[in-house]
């Protein structure tokens, strides 16, 4: 192993995605895990929660004083969700890609082979979330992950 030479290793990325609660209830689990592993990604770590209200107002902080706030906090909190550690060099980008557009209608559209256009519904029922930037993901991942991954965890560089 030559660890010296330039370039021998890109640096992998770390992303937060979430099956949400109509994702998990409409049995699309496996599909997208199915599609998360065929696109290179490896599943860090993963575990089931139903979240609470005020599990949804600190995840979705910034959201928090927006009309929409109310009923995305009542359907983020209809059923269990299914939080996962992705990882792979530029896994936030790639992420968002496969997931396609906010609002899953519009995804339908203009994106027909994304994650949100197979099994999301509109604007809010949409079935999944990815962070959506490097700063987002540490966030999320540590306000998910906080023994696992405490401040400072740096990721490891993997030669190719
Ligand atoms: N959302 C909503 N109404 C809106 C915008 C967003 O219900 O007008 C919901 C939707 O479920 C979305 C989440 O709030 O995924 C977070 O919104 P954001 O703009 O961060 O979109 P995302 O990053 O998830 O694509």
């Known amino acids: 192993s030559s660890r010296s030479s330039a370039n021998a290793y890109l640096e992998k990325e770390r992303t937060l995605a979430i099956v949400k609660p109509d994702g998990v209830s409409g049995n699309y689990t496996s599909s997208i895990r199915k599609i998360i592993l065929e696109s290179g990604f490896s599943i860090q770590r993963e575990f089931t929660v139903h979240l609470d209200e005020d599990g949804v107002r600190r995840f979705y902080a910034e959201h ?8 995305l906090t009542k359907y983020m909190t209809s059923g269990p969700v ?4 992705l990882q792979k060099v530029n896994a936030v980008a790639d992420w968002r890609a496969l997931i396609g557009p906010t609002d899953a209608r519009k995804a339908k559209m203009t ?7 197979m099994c999301g519904e ?6 999944v979330h990815g962070s959506d930037s490097v700063e987002s ?3 999320e991942i540590s306000f998910f ?3 696992a991954f405490p401040e400072g ?8």
């Not at 928090?64 to 706030?69: A, I, L």
């Not at 509109?122 to 079935?127: G, H, K, V, W, Y």
């Open 64 to 71: 928090s004083t927006k009309s929409f706030f109310p009923s």
């Open 82 to 85: 299914l939080i996962m550690i």
């Open 111 to 117: 994106h027909p082979n994304s994650i949100r256009a």
């Open 122 to 127: 509109d604007l809010e029922r949409n079935c």
């Open 137 to 139: 993901a540490a966030r």
């Open 145 to 147: 992950f906080k023994e």
């Open 153 to 160: 965890t740096t990721l490891e560089h993997d030669e190719l």
